[in-house]
């Protein structure tokens, strides 16, 4: 069971991957629906067993790296964070293999598509269950390949391509961070195994390096790495384009599972962050920033997908903000939610997508919800659950995080609060602007789109219909175990607080205005949007010309990838063909092809010499022989 | 004798050898000739191969001693003996030059048109020399080998390379013999003080601390010039680029480590201050050729220049892992060795893929390779991750050794080590996105041919190789444990200091 759930999906992609060719798409694509249902079952009875069943475990595979005193195996750890991590990974992309089939039907190269979407479950799976960092980065990097793959699927596109490098290459400078912090850890606790670095962190609080506490900076190395997973500000820049791959690949990769596997790992590494409060605040500075910016983007962008992806930027910030407040638990259970709504709401945009013959531009959509009923109605579970509107999903995760930043009593967690209210409240904003825009309204699309509009096959409803299931009663069933009463015996441990740490707690002391504040922002914001696009349509484009400015910084995403590309990329280009052009071809090429220019002229100089005239030979011989003699009588003159 | 019961190590240093000879008889027609020395050639490579199985098999790798050893007098009035063996450092490189070169003359069964009798011998003779380097166990015989090295590789490069093959030739000849010529002049002072060419005689006695720095600099020109380090690698790019597919991958693959290996073998041991109070210096260069090599990667224009250069700059990791002096550091350079003359070697092969078909290295000339070439384009991809150090492929786990060890001499070293990582991807990913994404655009890449038999034939082994290198590194690992271990305490013991400069970072 415990190795079926990590290994099945991986069966499924090798099948599918390699013998696709074979058996065709049809029994490529089943192959991997039947091993992912079987990872499902498999991870769901896990994360039961574990989480509920009170049984951790640990199954060792074998040793990977042992070189002097640096042992690293491979193991599956099952513990309730990871088995939380596993039921929702197996569980959800079983869903998306599943409404994939119907959205790549016509796709040429399907067993390529599922196979990768197989593979990278097995990389999330691996990556969950590590028990030590070295693995943990294996399925980090792993997931990052996938992804890569994913993002470039339809490698004839351009756009396609340049955005999958751009996913790695950025996401590798937060790993560079990563694997800096890894080999930190490993010369301060001499171990890379969970186990022990969590059994060592107090022998080491007052340890130094660099100046400053070795632990704060490990936490902070392992942070950079998270922000370049979970596109966090300064390193989000990928999440956006990578949108380029095919809808059912940003439900699963870009909003469910890898993004979050930054939180994933801040709350694993919780023992060690609980001992590095500098490095939690900017946790805590990053995540709400995160939320608040990406949360304004969204409100501006046209489209659909893009929309989301920034919702998704925005939404991990909160994650991280509630984890840079020490409640792990909180993230973790907003992770949980996120995962079925985000999902849900990508999906039902690909189903919008799919329905508008690949149209992605909600400004040339409008008046289809009486075409596309079902993914109207998902779609408006989906936004509800992610304005946090009461007895769905996101209302539960949503207010207890903006409830342990008012609860932490820090600057840092009063400006979480702040800049998370602000973001709830636009986080509203945009899902009702899209939802309007994409459903309601005149039909913006030309006749032939609209004739074809259609509703989305039963093999993608049955996984919305689930997902919006999910969507609404996640929330209030998992709650109680999550960050109710029953915390302590749900997580056993596998979450650490420090014992000052009393966050899960004082959050239910906050003031009675607190809990009702994102629910009322909430409100405020999908009013605002039904005034600017239902009842007033003309005064968003004359709001955008009167704030010209501020509508064009916030329409090019804050500049950050003009930013970027003038700092950091048109440089490192113009950087190595100078490196190139002068560094190696002249001056070090120059050096030694300078000399073997300087050894020929002198060869021919020397043949030169010898013309067989006498004449020029006795010249040579006087000439020497003055030089010989002056050399001799300086030599005794001195 | 030894645990194979026969002088092991010479059969195979010497029977390719003998299969060059054999080859160099052969008389006839033209196509006759050819085919028979690409037979003969295959076989003798194979067999060889073969052999040295027995080395994967019987080698005890709990022990750090020479195995296998074989000793003959030579001119034992100058202390100089026929010496051989293998330890965990060098046992598993000899595996390596006996499993390419097979590969390389797979590689070269069609491509090479002209002069194949010649060709193969060369070839042959290659391997007789990099074996023989590998188990040398006494410096003259160690220096022979390494200047038989040049030879054919020369000929290989100046006969059937490309355009400019005579100036790329010269270059490497030159480059190589110039650093080559110091090393000899210190291994004749050594035998000068000392009175005999043993290495571990050599080692025994020791050199005074105020030689170390110049012997130490001697020897460095020799094995800079081959690893290569920065500034000294520009003969490299032009050897590969203008050299026969089969001779950048034996280049890449074998050549390269000579100098690494030389590093372990003789620098260390020999010379343990020189090596330590050196070693910011190689760090620099190191860190320079990690940066500044991968950057020009990113301008390149030429597939194979850009291999190269990415060849240059996971070197630098090698040199930098080796200078650390920890285990991790040791183990992790032998290890990326090892990797990278797999994964290396593997990306020069998927470059004489398409340039068998294309008769271009220009990566403008191509774009959307995938869409025609789908299991080439699944080699390709996995040996491009590899050379990115992607977890789970060999070369990450010498790269994550490295920078884990020289996390433990500076973070900013180890930074300097980890900036590989964002720009191999950016300069690999590139390259792949030009050549097997995009839309197929020209006729001549919609006319392409996936993989033949023979490719896939050659290709397979190298993909098991990086793969189980990757997920499973413990089988090679352990071969050089034992060794490394001692070789990091034997330097320790030499320094003396290495306690005190332990202490020093930690208090730090």
């Known amino acids: ?97 599943l409404y994939s089939v119907g959205y790549m039907a016509h796709d040429p190269t399907q067993p390529r598509f599922f196979a990768y979407l197989s593979l990278f479950t097995f990389m999330m799976l691996m990556l969950v269950t590590a028990d030590n960092l070295v693995q943990l980065f294996f399925g980090w990097e792993g997931v990052g390949l996938a992804s890569y793959l994913l993002i470039g699927y339809w490698y004839e596109r351009e756009s396609a391509n340049a955005a999958a490098l751009k996913a790695f290459v950025v996401n590798r400078v937060g790993d560079l961070c990563f694997m800096l912090g890894v080999a930190l850890t490993f010369w301060t606790f001499g171990s890379l195994e969970f186990a022990s670095i969590f059994g060592a962190v107090d022998q080491h609080l007052s340890d130094r390096f660099l100046g400053v ?93 893009r929309i989301i992806a920034y919702s998704t930027c925005s939404q991990l910030g909160y994650m991280f903000f509630a984890a840079g407040v020490g409640a792990y638990q909180v993230a973790m259970f907003h992770l949980f939610t996120h995962a079925f709504f985000k999902a849900l709401l990508f999906l039902g945009a690909g189903s919008v997508i799919h329905a508008m013959s690949d149209e992605q531009d909600i400004r040339k959509m409008g008046g289809i919800w009486t075409k596309i009923p079902v993914t109207y109605a998902v779609m408006w579970v989906g936004s509800l659950a992610l304005a946090g509107i009461p007895i769905f999903a996101g209302y539960y995760s949503k207010d207890a995080i903006l409830e342990v930043a008012f609860a932490s009593h820090s600057a840092t967690g009063m400006l979480a609060f702040a800049l998370g209210l602000a973001a709830a409240f636009l986080t509203a904003f945009y899902s009702w602007r899209l939802l309007i825009l994409v459903f309601h309204g005149e039909p913006r699309a030309d006749h032939e789109v609209m004739e074809h509009v259609h509703e989305s096959p039963l093999v993608m409803l049955v996984p919305l219909l689930v997902l919006a299931a999910g969507a609404v009663v996640t929330g209030y069933l998992f709650s109680p ?158 | 004798m ?18 060059a000879l054999v080859i160099a008889f052969v008389r006839g027609e033209e196509q006759v000739v050819a085919s028979n020395a690409r037979w003969t050639a295959l076989w003798t490579s194979l ?41 965990g450092l060098s046992v598993l490189f000899v595996l390596l030059c006996t499993l390419l070169t097979p590969l390389c003359i797979l590689a070269s069964w069609d491509s090479v048109e002209v002069r194949v009798r010649e060709y193969m011998a060369a070839f042959l003779v290659l391997e007789a020399a990099m074996v023989g380097f590998f188990c040398a166990t006494d410096l003259l015989l160690f220096f022979l080998f390494f200047e038989m090295v040049l030879i054919p590789m020369f000929l290989i490069i100046g006969i059937w390379g490309g355009e400019r093959r005579v100036y790329a030739a010269f270059k490497f000849f030159l480059y190589t013999l110039a650093g080559s010529l110091l090393m000899l002049l210190a291994i004749i002072f050594l035998w000068y003080r000392v009175g005999t060419t043993d290495i571990a005689a050599l080692v025994e006695a020791g050199v005074e601390p105020r030689f170390q720095i110049w012997l130490f600099l001697a020897f460095f020109a020799a094995f800079a010039v081959k690893v290569p380090m920065w500034p000294v690698h520009t003969w490299l790019p032009d050897a590969h680029v203008e050299a026969p597919t089969a001779g950048s991958v034996i280049l890449a693959g074998v050549l390269l480590k000579l100098g690494g290996y030389g590093f372990v073998r003789l620098s260390l041991p020999l010379f343990p201050q020189a090596s330590a109070e050196l070693a910011p210096l190689i760090f620099a260069l190191s860190v320079i050729a990690i940066v500044y090599t991968s950057y020009v990667a990113l301008a390149q224009e030429d597939m194979k220049k850009l291999i190269a250069y990415s060849s240059v700059a996971h070197m630098g990791i090698v ?54 070439m789908p299991a080439f384009a699944v080699v390709f991809m996995l040996f491009s991750m590899a050379n990115v150090a992607l977890p789970g492929t060999a070369n990450f786990v010498g790269e994550f050794l490295v920078i884990v060890s020289a996390m433990r001499v500076s973070f900013w070293l180890a930074f300097g080590a980890a900036l590989g990582m964002i720009l191999s991807a950016a300069y690999m990913l590139w390259l792949y996105w030009r050549v097997a994404f995009g839309r197929v655009t020209r006729d001549s890449i919609r006319a392409l041919l996936d993989m033949s038999p023979r490719e896939y034939a050659t290709f397979a082994p190298l993909v098991l190789l990086v793969l189980w290198m990757g997920i499973y590194p413990q089988s090679f690992l352990s071969f050089f444990e034992a060794s490394v271990a001692s070789l990091v305490e034997q330097h320790e013991a030499a320094v003396g200091g290495g306690a005190r400069r332990l202490a020093e970072i930690l208090a730090r």
């Open chain 1, 213 to 305: 506490p070795v632990l704060e900076l490990i936490a902070v190395l392992l942070f950079l790495g998270a922000c370049g997973k979970s596109a966090q500000i300064g390193l989000h820049t990928w999440l956006p384009d990578a949108m380029e791959g095919p809808t059912p690949v940003s439900a699963l990769i870009h909003a469910a599972t890898m993004v979050t596997a930054g939180v994933f790992l801040v709350a694993r590494m919780s023992p060690l962050f609980e001992y590095a409060p500098n490095a939690l605040a900017i946790v805590t500075v990053v995540g709400a920033v995160t939320a608040f910016f990406a949360a304004t983007v969204g409100c501006v962008q046209n489209d659909i997908k």
């Open chain 1, 481 to 638: 175990f999550f960050i109710g009463e029953a915390w302590q015996a749900f997580w056993a441990g596998s979450i650490h607080n420090a014992p000052d740490n009393h966050i899960l707690h004082d959050m239910h002391e906050v003031p009675a205005w607190v809990p009702l504040a994102p629910t009322v922002a909430g409100i405020a914001g999908i009013a605002l949007a039904y005034i600017l696009y239902m009842f007033a349509p003309g005064v968003p484009a004359r709001l955008a010309a009167s704030f010209r400015g501020l509508y064009l910084f916030l329409l090019n995403k804050w500049y950050f990838d003009e930013l970027y590309s003038a700092v950091f990329v048109r440089p490192t280009l113009a950087l190595s063909r100078l490196a190139f052009r002068v560094g190696d071809q002249r001056i070090i090429d120059g050096v030694p092809n300078g000399a073997a220019v300087l050894a020929v002229d002198a060869a021919r100089g020397a043949a030169r010499i010898q013309s067989g005239r006498v004449a020029n030979y006795a010249f040579t011989m006087i000439i020497g022989l003055v030089l010989f003699v002056s050399l001799i009588f300086l030599g005794t003159a001195r």
């Open chain 2, 2 to 19: 030894n645990a194979a019961g026969f002088p092991i190590l010479s059969l195979i240093t010497f029977l390719p050898l003998a299969g």
């Open chain 2, 319 to 372: 040199t930098l892992g080796i200078f650390t002096f920890n285990h991790q550091g040791l183990s992790g350079a032998v290890f990326q060795m090892l990797a990278h003359g797999i994964v290396s070697s593997a990306l020069f092969l998927c470059v004489g893929v398409l340039y068998n078909r294309i008769h271009s290295r220009d990566i403008a000339r191509y774009g959307g390779v995938a869409k025609v």
């Open chain 1, 1 to 97: 069971m415990y190795v079926g759930a990590v290994f099945f999906p991986l069966l499924g992609a090798c099948i599918s991957g390699f013998l696709g060719r074979w058996t065709g798409p049809v029994a490529a694509r089943w192959t991997t629906v039947v091993c992912m249902a079987l990872a499902a079952v498999c991870g769901v009875t896990a994360f039961i067993a574990v989480a509920f069943g009170h049984e951790p475990t640990t199954v060792p595979i074998t040793t990977w790296i042992a070189a002097g005193g640096l042992e690293v195996s491979w193991a599956l750890r099952y513990d309730t964070l990871s088995a939380v991590m596993v039921g929702m990974v197996t569980f959800i992309s079983f869903l998306i293999h």
């Open chain 2, 47 to 87: 067999i060889t191969f073969g052999l040295s199985l027995i080395l994967w098999f019987r080698f005890d790798r709990s022990s750090p001693e020479m195995q296998f050893v074989e000793r003959l007098e030579w001119l034992p009035d100058y202390g100089v003996a026929y010496g051989m063996g293998v330890d």
